[in-house]
């Protein structure tokens, strides 16, 4: 298990951008893959973005490409979610997950993730 801090969230218009950044505690952060989950209001979480261990890898939701891009900084132990052209669809509680997996590997199940963030709120208002 590692614990999962998110940040960045707010309010934004429409077409904006911002970004995301979830910090891992864990020294090892560069064992885990590390994904991006969104909840709307009534909704299910649903997959937004995962990254493999060494970055080579990314995986993204249909509709986020071309406007999300995760990225991760192993020396810091953080994980990016840049999120540009925001639309109101967009809004969510953000979360950030983490699970230890082999390199190159990337996941994108809820249930393939162990550890888990609280959430940051993203708002975009039309």
């Known amino acids: 298990q590692v614990q999962l801090v998110e940040s960045g969230g707010g309010l934004v218009q429409t077409g904006g951008s911002l970004r995301l950044s979830c910090v891992a505690s864990r020294r090892t952060f560069s064992n885990y893959v590390m994904g991006w989950f969104r909840q709307a209001p009534g909704n299910e979480s649903v997959f937004v973005a995962a990254?493999?261990?060494?970055?080579?890898?990314?995986r993204y939701a249909d509709s986020v490409k071309a406007r999300f891009t995760i990225s991760r900084d192993n020396a810091k132990n953080t994980v990016y979610l840049q999120m540009n052209s925001l639309k109101p669809e967009d809004t969510a509680v953000y979360y950030c997950?983490?699970?230890?997996?082999?390199?190159?590997?990337?996941?994108?199940?809820?249930?393939?993730?162990?550890?888990w963030g609280q959430g940051t709120q993203v708002t975009v208002s039309s």
């Open positions: 997950a983490a699970d230890q997996r082999g390199a190159g590997v990337v996941v994108t199940k809820k249930g393939d993730f162990g550890s």
């Open positions: 990254i493999s261990r060494g970055g080579t890898t990314t």
